[in-house]
């Protein structure tokens, strides 16, 4: 668009540039054919021809510079005046001199105006008024109507070009303003990109810590279950190898199908058409008879159903904290507390085993490296909850749970 316009302006100046030459031809014309004082006429006209070919064709480019335009310009109207006063007929050439008023800087483009008004008055009026004051007066007004009327245009002309020039800058700005959403649009695809690879690695790492502790919270204490049944079987009398191989293929089954709830992310099984309290119950019982220690659920508040992601994160919890009971702590009694107050809902395992010092590292805790634990953690924290655990070596240990009560 700009450059566009650009090239209509070259144009424009073309036209006006061979419009000057050819009416200071046509008036020379004229005046030699009928006039005389031939030799003043070919003089003033070749000079004035010389003077607008050395400024418009072989160095336009001084127009640009506003000291030297006024130079041109006054030489010019100079040049006019004395063609005019030579033979009226070169007024149809001096009206051209509006055409360099544009050249002057904006204070003096007034003035330009008022003198190619007084030169192309003149013209019209036959040349200079003689003495009286009535040819003074027509004069003065000829010339006063030029001005009015070349203001006018001039005016005109100048709100057109300031409309240009400032169209022209709305052009680049909309041009740079496009480059730049085109540059932001690349950066957005790429970083829209970016992102989208990086919820898939969080979505896959996200399941794989899913699959982990799902696996981690039934099939691996399954199996563990299953073996200590089977090995316990293996020393013991008939009827007792029967019950322990009874109880193992219970606990196959059982792992079994939390294994398919798992994969298809399901709530744990014993939360289906049950109440977390009923559910925790069930859970503790089924441990307490599996490993001989007594195991007892205490519910305060109010019970509620609240989500699933709720009641799955405090059943797991309590049933990791009972697992790491069984493994570890040799103890006799484990109590189970579950808490309804107001806006969370809290889960308390406490045994009276041998406890172990939280402080301690490099695995030493329990034989499977602490894992347990950090899914624990991972499980509780994933609902803007916290995981507390308390224990010292000899006084047991209490795990405690805390998440938002989010109803269902």
């Known amino acids: 668009m700009s450059s566009r316009l650009e090239a209509w302006e070259r144009h424009e ?121 009535g040819s003074w007066a027509i004069w003065a007004i000829i010339v006063l109507v030029n001005c009015a009327v070349a203001g006018a245009i001039m005016f005109f002309a100048w709100v057109d070009e ?13 041009t ?49 279950g299953i073996i200590t049944q089977l090995e316990a079987a293996e020393h013991g009398t008939p009827g007792e190898q029967r019950r322990r191989v009874d109880t193992a293929a219970r606990l196959a089954r059982e792992s079994l199908s939390e294994a398919r709830r798992s994969v298809q992310a399901l709530a744990p099984e014993p939360l289906e058409g049950a109440l977390l309290p009923d559910a925790l119950a069930d859970v503790a019982q089924r441990w307490s008879t599996l490993h001989g220690v007594a195991a007892s659920v205490t519910t305060t508040g109010a019970p509620r159903t609240m989500c699933a992601e709720v009641e799955g994160t405090l059943l797991r919890t309590a049933q990791e904290a009972l697992a790491n009971v069984a493994k570890h702590a040799h103890a006799t009694r484990v109590g189970l507390t579950l808490s309804y107050m107001g806006d969370v809902v809290s889960l308390d395992v406490r045994d009276d085993g041998v406890g172990f010092d939280p402080a301690a590292r490099n695995g030493h805790r329990h034989p499977d490296g602490g894992f347990g634990l950090t899914a624990m953690r991972q499980r509780v924290q994933g609902l803007s909850g916290t995981l507390e655990i308390e224990s010292e070596p000899g006084a047991g240990t209490a795990v405690s749970a805390t998440v938002p009560a989010v109803p269902a």
């Open 13 to 133: 100046r073309a036209v006006f540039v061979g419009m000057r030459f050819a009416l200071l031809a046509i008036c020379t014309i004229i005046t030699l054919f009928i006039g005389s004082n031939r030799l003043a006429v070919v003089a003033l006209s070749g000079a004035t021809a010389l003077w607008l070919v050395w400024w418009d064709v072989v160095h336009p480019e001084r127009r640009e510079r506003p000291a030297l335009a006024g130079i041109h310009f006054a030489v010019l109207v100079v040049l006019m005046a004395a063609l005019v006063l030579l033979a009226p007929w070169y007024g149809f050439f001096t009206f051209t001199g509006y055409f360099s008023v544009i050249w002057l800087a904006d204070p003096w483009k007034p003035v330009g105006v008022a003198a190619v008004a007084v030169v192309t008055g003149t013209s019209q009026n036959g040349g200079l008024p003689a003495g009286d004051a």
């Open 176 to 224: 740079e303003a496009n480059r730049r959403l085109e540059e932001s649009l690349r950066e957005n695809a790429g970083l829209h990109a970016q992102l989208l690879a990086q919820a898939r690695e969080a979505g896959v790492l996200d399941e794989r810590q899913r699959m982990a502790s799902e696996i981690h919270d039934t099939l691996a204490q399954g199996l563990t």
């Open 162 to 174: 300031v409309q240009k020039e400032k169209q022209a800058r709305l052009v680049d700005e909309l």
